[in-house]
């Protein structure tokens, strides 16, 4: 393996849903975010570890820019725009649609504050036809020409993605290796527990019961036969948001458990004995003291 020599720090950021975090995955070439189709899923920043040749790139995967209608809200967006400071570049990542949005000339604007370079990715090639990117392009060559790049990709199927990283590594500087060899994430492994117990709520849950839980990690422990322990509390914000995630004889709540155990052991390589529990916030979102003790703070 080529010794490190370069590295790049680079934010992704776009608006919710355009496939930041599935971009980082595909990258990373492991699942170091969680994914759903809800908007809103990222909500810390992630830092996802890329080593290509001599230059190792962190990507940092940023919550989808949006208009903010609570404490936790507010908190998303100051880690997106904190994230577009002292970094090599960013990665504006949009949708296949000739129109450029609030979210997306806010982020240009904060790129031409910072004075950082700026790669536009138009993602979901895969769903369009080739000659549908040119109104886009146009698009937002007329809203910014400041653009070092525009690349199309498809995160899902990784057309674009070595174009991509060519341009990145443009922007790497010569210095030491930031993670060792083997690590693809800043997060600590509870960390990646909760979020995948989270991802598991998002996806077996409507409307904005999901939104507006949180999941914290009370125990995490590994045993003499290599089991690992996890006690994990889900926090709801209404009483009957707790009845509708328990389900009826418990079974949302095992649903949800078993889908977040074999992701679980998955990632960690091992067995996975998990007891989950629910419990009522009521609207902990708006209250900025549960926000910063379910582990939503600036470091």
Request: proline share 5%.
């Amino acid at each position: 393996m080529p010794k490190i020599k370069k590295t790049a720090m680079v934010t992704v950021c776009g608006r919710p849903n355009v496939g930041k975090s599935s971009l980082t995955n595909t990258l990373v070439g492991e699942k170091v975010a969680i994914v759903s189709n809800k908007a809103q899923t990222t909500r810390n920043r992630i830092c996802g570890v890329v080593n290509r040749g001599d230059t190792q790139f962190v990507l940092m995967d940023t919550p989808g820019l949006h208009k903010p209608k609570s404490a936790l809200g507010d908190y998303m967006v100051k880690i997106v725009t904190s994230s577009l400071s002292d970094v090599d570049c960013a990665l504006l990542l949009v949708e296949p649609i000739p129109h450029v949005g609030a979210p997306e000339m806010s982020l240009i604007q904060r790129v031409r504050e910072e004075k950082i370079p700026a790669i536009l990715c138009i993602n979901k090639t895969d769903t369009v036809k080739p000659d549908q990117l040119l109104p886009v392009i146009a698009a937002y060559n007329e809203a910014w020409d400041g653009f070092s790049a525009i690349i199309p990709i498809s995160a899902h199927t990784g057309d674009g993605l070595d174009d991509l990283v060519a341009e990145m590594e443009k922007y790497a500087e010569e210095g030491p290796q930031l993670f060792p060899d083997g690590q693809t994430s800043d997060q600590l492994e509870r960390q990646v527990m909760g979020e995948i117990l989270r991802e598991k709520l998002l996806l077996c849950l409507d409307k904005e019961i999901p939104h507006g839980t949180a999941v914290e990690i009370t125990r995490f422990s590994e045993r003499d036969d290599e089991v690992i322990e996890i006690d994990a509390t889900i926090y709801c914000e209404k009483s009957s948001h707790k009845g509708i995630i328990i389900g009826k004889q418990g079974a949302m709540l095992k649903k949800i458990s078993t889908l977040a155990r074999h992701d679980m052991e998955k990632f960690m390589g091992t067995k996975v004995y998990l007891q989950t529990w629910v419990k009522v916030k009521e609207n902990w979102r708006d209250n900025v003291n549960y926000v910063r003790n379910l582990g939503y703070k600036d470091e």
